[in-house]
């Protein structure tokens, strides 16, 4: 635990937002900041005990999800204030919460030569997806999520890609490269995309798969495919695993209303209405779920428990070769 006190902060007394929105109406958010701060404080509790990390927009949907807080901007900065008032008086563990926008960055280093051997055990593993016909992604718009669903992609050893929005022209290009190889290689390749149910996020769906199959269309190395003669998507997929209309109704999700700014929800709002729905209002078990079981379904399960035994193996006579060297 990381819980250190650095000032006295307000922890009690009455909390009243308003919360005005585009067509005018407003909503109070009036309650009282003691019982805000329990309620913060059970479902850190809750998240620390499955080991996950939170991030503020996450807690934000977590008491949104148990109508604690209301769904708005301005809450949501309420929020945040008090959050800060709960660290800062030691109530709250600081390593609870993480800002996966702002990591700071050093380069490896290690004490001595043992402690990089140890180093190279612990980080030891094989290519878990040797041998796969489909090579797969995950990819995501949201950079929040990447601590939740790296665990995911860890385990399974696949790459995950996280465009903090629209994905620009050269993250594309790379992405063109990378499965390019893969295809000329005989393997087929399958994007799992997992984002927002609002105007931008469906949008980014066909974004990411139009350009992509753009380059490969017209690309200079496209005779270079092993399936010259089959269309694209046979080898290429782009497959939403989320956030779908079915995953919204069946998890309840807590709904915010649409920015009429953006320039694509004309055609949402003819669809869906004027709301939207954003992933992080998942809990990270269900989130997690939801990507095992699609990753599960495009890969070759018995293969890759062989695999895993392999990696087994190689790992423990690594181990017994480096204990045999001291």
């Known amino acids: 635990m990381a819980t250190e006190f650095f000032e006295k902060r307000t922890l009690q007394g009455s909390i009243n937002v308003a919360c005005k929105y585009e067509d005018g109406t407003v909503r109070y958010w009036n309650t009282r900041k003691e019982i805000v701060i329990e309620h913060i404080k059970e479902i850190v509790e809750e998240y620390q005990a499955d080991g996950y990390i939170l991030t503020l927009r996450q807690l934000h949907y977590q008491l949104v999800t148990k109508n604690y807080i209301i769904n708005h901007d301005t809450a949501y900065k309420k929020l945040g204030n008090i959050l800060d008032d709960c660290r800062y008086s030691g109530i709250i563990d600081w390593e609870a919460i993480e800002d996966r926008g702002r990591v700071p960055y050093l380069p490896y280093w290690a004490h001595d030569h043992q402690d990089a051997l140890q180093d190279t055990i612990n980080s030891f593993r094989i290519d878990r997806q040797n041998g796969q016909d489909n090579h797969i992604e995950l990819w995501t718009e949201k950079d929040a999520l990447s601590g939740i669903l790296r665990r995911t992609t860890e385990k399974y050893h696949i790459q995950l890609v996280v465009n903090k929005g629209y994905t620009s022209s050269s993250a594309i290009y790379k992405a063109y490269q990378r499965f390019l190889r893969r295809i000329r290689n005989g393997q087929t390749v399958t994007v799992l995309y997992f984002g927002d149910h609002d105007p931008s996020g469906?949008?980014?769906?066909?974004?990411?798969?139009?350009?992509?199959?753009?380059?490969?269309?017209?690309?200079?190395?496209?005779?270079?495919?092993?399936?010259?003669?089959?269309?694209?998507?046979?080898?290429?997929?782009?497959?939403?695993?989320?956030?779908?209309?079915?995953?919204i109704k069946k998890y309840k999700l807590p709904p915010n209303p649409t920015k009429l700014t953006d320039s694509r929800s004309n055609n949402y709002i003819k669809q869906f209405g004027k709301i939207?729905?954003?992933?992080?209002?998942?809990?990270?078990?269900?989130?997690?779920?939801?990507?095992?079981?699609?990753?599960?379904?495009?890969?070759?399960?018995?293969?890759?428990?062989?695999?895993?035994?392999?990696?087994?193996?190689?790992?423990?006579?690594?181990?017994?070769f480096l204990s045999e060297g001291e």
């Open 202 to 247: 469906l949008d980014m769906i066909r974004d990411i798969r139009e350009r992509l199959e753009l380059m490969f269309n017209n690309g200079e190395n496209y005779e270079l495919f092993l399936y010259p003669n089959k269309p694209i998507d046979e080898v290429f997929q782009v497959v939403q695993i989320g956030l779908s209309m079915a995953q």
């Open 276 to 320: 939207c729905w954003e992933v992080d209002a998942l809990k990270p078990q269900i989130l997690t779920k939801i990507v095992e079981t699609n990753i599960e379904k495009q890969i070759d399960i018995p293969l890759f428990k062989r695999v895993l035994e392999t990696e087994s193996e190689e790992l423990a006579a690594l181990k017994s």
